[in-house]
């Protein structure tokens, strides 16, 4: 296996990192609702209802008073 023949400095190092961060996600908005959301995951709405493309794929239990 071969090693490094002279030792890298941190500023080298740290150059070659600069670019390695995480994307800023894509925001969407849901026709149907209006609400904001990462494209292509499931979101809750405003009354506790699952939605993924603005159908509801599980819906809220009723809040009994």
Known sequence: MPNPRNKHSKQRTRTRRAH???????????????????????????????RYKGKILVKSKEVQE
Not at 20 to 49: L, M, W
């Open 20 to 50: 390695d961060r995480a994307a800023i996600p894509t925001i969407a908005k849901c026709q149907a609702t209006g609400e904001a959301h990462v494209f292509h995951h499931a979101y809750t709405d405003s009354e506790g209802n699952m």
